[in-house]
């Protein structure tokens, strides 16, 4: 599996917040989701849980597990299909414990898409074949993710890391053949390059749509509208996945019901942390059970109020 060539990235360089006496919220790189969302987070916690929180950068999901896992007060994002790996010691996981790693809440949906130049002749995913492909940082989910989609319909693209600003301006400039990118639609990144060039978005085929969601029960399809870009005049499908918030499972029950609170009791998540934050609600547990949920959470489900009729 891709991920093991990144298991060098597994243990963030920073002070995890647990030394300093708080919860640490490990996020991820800097230009991706997954930092700004950790950063929204934590102070929202701060201001309305009472629990002392700081956001951590880090190397992505790997790297928020293998912190969880050792850190009792710690909370990580993770893509779910990274988290499935370490429930079931699969892929990057094989030979790994990863017994402690609990669900708290699902965080926001990735979607999917593929930006390519103009005048390319990559007109669907079949065609990314010896192309080169920008996947975002090494290790990310986005490169996981591609790896998945290419290893199944039997791609064999040229990988291509770096922030995805950088792979933005390679793509404008012909250096890479096309970009991969995943992130709550519309994606920042995609809209950029599309304002300041010539730049196609697409999405996968039926075919290439069925056959993923078949193989891998975490991908979901999901609908581009027409018009989310510039000069995109049909919507496209392509596939999506959750990314989880976890937590070890020896975090104090009252500690994860704080958050839980926190978060499902806010009125308005994504004024308040982060526009993704509007899909963290608990009626979208069903879709994502991969690892046992925390106690703390479980609590909450059992003693929140009943909800009007």
Known sequence: MVMAAFLSMAAPE?????????????GGAAGGAFLPYAQGMAAFLNRESGLRTRAIESG?????????????????????????????????AQGRNYANI??????????????????SDINRVLDLDRKRVGVGPAGGTDELLFAVAAKDLFLKPQFVNGSI????????????????????????????????????VI?????????????????????????????????????????????????????????????????????????FASETRAEFLNDIRVVDYHPGLLRYLRERPAKPR
């Open 165 to 200: 600003a950088d792979l933005g301006d390679s793509l404008l400039s012909g250096g890479i053949d096309a970009l991969w990118v995943g992130a709550r639609s519309p994606i920042p990144a995609i809209a950029d390059v599309t304002q300041k060039g010539d730049v196609r």
């Open 102 to 119: 609990r669900a708290l809440l699902p965080a926001f949906r990735s979607t999917y898409q593929i930006a390519v130049r103009g005048d």
């Open 14 to 26: 920073q002070a995890s917040a647990q030394d300093a006496g708080g919860l640490s919220f490990y």
């Open 60 to 92: 992505g999901s790997i790297a928020n597990l293998t912190a969880v896992q050792r850190e009792a007060n710690a909370i990580g994002l993770a893509f779910l299909p990274t988290v499935q790996e370490a429930a079931t010691s699969t892929g990057f």
């Open 203 to 275: 999405g996968l085929s039926a075919w290439d749509l069925a056959g993923l969601i078949e193989r891998y029960p975490y991908l979901t399809p999901a609908i581009v509208p027409a018009n989310t870009y510039r000069g995109q005049k049909r919507a496209f499908a392509t596939v999506a996945s959750w990314n989880l918030l976890v937590v070890n499972k020896d975090m104090p029950e009252e500690t994860a019901l704080a958050i839980v609170k926190a978060i499902l009791d806010a009125p308005d998540l994504a004024k308040e942390v982060h526009p």
